[in-house]
């Protein structure tokens, strides 16, 4: 088992969320408001729905951390859901029951198999964990991790590329920018975004929902994080895996991804090329900054695909659990499209899997350790190549 782990809990409409982040090392410097600026960064996005204007999600950071340093103990951290107070009574953990139960199930949410397998007869007993608003304590994890990368010389960015058919012209984006949030979408192809902000508006507009893609990279990595040698550590999966179990992703690509298939090798593979100094050089990075599972030390690139959101305003057609008769799927309030949230969401999950892979490599107890031993390992690696 890895020794960098970490679990969420907390309903949506719930008095708080929590996450405990275990196995980051002792002497990390966290700066509280680099946490909060992501939060605020997965709030915003055109296309939002009414429930972002009520929440101003700020973590409270309630062990692991004295003085600004980490101190090798459990982190946890906290926000507070200000929805609650709306919520307050249909969400007691003790007490009566109290509202109508929510019976009509969303065809593309957990709503249906849920109250199954669970055996509830209230759609909100599994809607309220199912919901993305879990995604707040993957992030406040991931701004953790992304300090944690930080402090070694490793950052992590994102953009959205498509939404709702609508691409960015890679040509078009200057990728040093990547990562200064220049827009409201996390896009960073003016056009392609005025063009996506007026199929969110249309989508709204005929109470439809949109999906689309986002990519997340990896910079200042050292080659040789993960390993061909066994399946469960090649990075390439744990990536996936981790980018796929974000609420609505359906699709993870690394590198050139799906456009592999297609192609032929002689323009896939990233030939090697050796400069005045001897050392090697690729002059393209189709595979992603991964080969044979590990880092190879170039950008590592992922895309993931969502869906659209599941939650219509016209709602779909749907069976209500209680009468057993075919009904329209309930509503409430919701998204019109959150892949600009998503894209926040990715940069987290790939923040703890890229931490979770340096600690196992580099040891975890002491962040001077750490870095020595990093430090060590790159100067071995580097000395020939
Ligand atoms: C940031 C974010 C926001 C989301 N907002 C909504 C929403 O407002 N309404 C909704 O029905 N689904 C929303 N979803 C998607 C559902 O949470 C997701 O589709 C559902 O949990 C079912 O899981 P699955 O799509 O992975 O099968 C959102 C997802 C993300 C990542
Ligand atoms: C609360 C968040 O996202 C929620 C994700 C979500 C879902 O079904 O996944 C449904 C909506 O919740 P509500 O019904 O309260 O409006 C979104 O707002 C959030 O991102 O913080």
Not at 328 to 354: N, Q, W, Y
Not at 360 to 380: C, E, I
């Given at each position: ?11 949506s ?15 990390l ?42 101190i ?20 007691a953990?003790?007490g ?31 809607l ?77 507009k ?15 990595l050292?080659?040789g ?42 323009q896939?593979h ?14 393209t ?21 969502m ?20 009904v ?12 600009s ?36 390992y ?8």
């Amino acid at each position: 088992m890895s020794e960098l782990r970490f679990m969420t809990a907390g309903e949506s409409h719930g008095p708080c969320l929590t996450a405990i982040l275990e196995g980051l090392p002792a002497g990390l410097k966290l700066d509280l408001e680099s946490i909060n600026k992501d939060l605020a960064r997965r709030q915003q996005g055109y296309g939002r729905g009414g429930r972002m204007k009520i929440e101003k999600d700020k973590v409270n950071v309630l062990s692991g951390v004295r003085f600004n340093e980490t101190i090798g103990g459990p982190i946890t951290l906290q926000v507070v859901n200000r929805d609650f107070q709306n919520w307050g009574e249909r969400m007691a953990a003790f007490g009566e029951p109290a509202g109508e139960k929510v019976t009509a199930a969303r065809p593309g949410h957990a709503d249906f198999t849920g109250i199954r397998k669970y055996d509830r007869t209230d759609v909100r007993d599994i809607l309220e964990r199912s919901s993305a608003r879990e995604t707040t304590m993957r992030v406040a994890v991931g701004a953790v991790c992304k300090e944690f990368l930080k402090a070694l010389g490793i950052t992590v960015v994102s953009q959205v590329t498509c939404i709702g058919g609508v691409k960015v012209d890679p040509a078009k984006v200057d990728r040093a920018k990547l990562g200064t949030d220049i827009s409201d979408l996390n896009c960073y192809d003016a056009e392609a975004e005025a063009q996506m902000k007026e199929k969110i508006k249309a989508a709204r507009k005929e109470g439809d929902t949109l999906g689309g893609i986002f990519e997340v990279t990896v910079r200042g990595l050292p080659a040789g994080l993960g390993s061909h040698i066994q399946w469960d550590r090649r990075l390439d999966g744990k990536l996936a895996g981790a980018l796929m179990s974000i609420q609505a992703i359906k699709g993870v690509e690394i590198g050139a991804g799906f456009d592999c298939a297609i192609l032929p090798g002689s323009q896939i593979h990233d030939e090697m090329f050796l400069d005045e100094a001897g050392k090697v050089y690729r002059r393209t990075n189709r595979a992603g900054g991964l080969e044979g599972g590990m880092t190879n030390g170039e950008e590592l690139v992922v895309k993931a695909a969502m869906k659209p959101i599941p939650t219509l305003m016209q709602p779909l057609h749907s069976v209500d659990i209680a009468s057993h008769e075919e009904v329209l799927a309930c509503k409430e309030r919701s998204d019109t499209c959150a892949v600009s949230a998503a894209s926040v969401v990715g940069e987290a999950m790939t923040a703890f899997v890229i931490a979770q892979a340096i600690c196992d490599k580099f040891g975890s107890d002491a962040m001077v350790d750490l870095k020595a031993a990093l430090a060590a390992y790159k100067a071995r690696i580097g000395k020939e190549w």
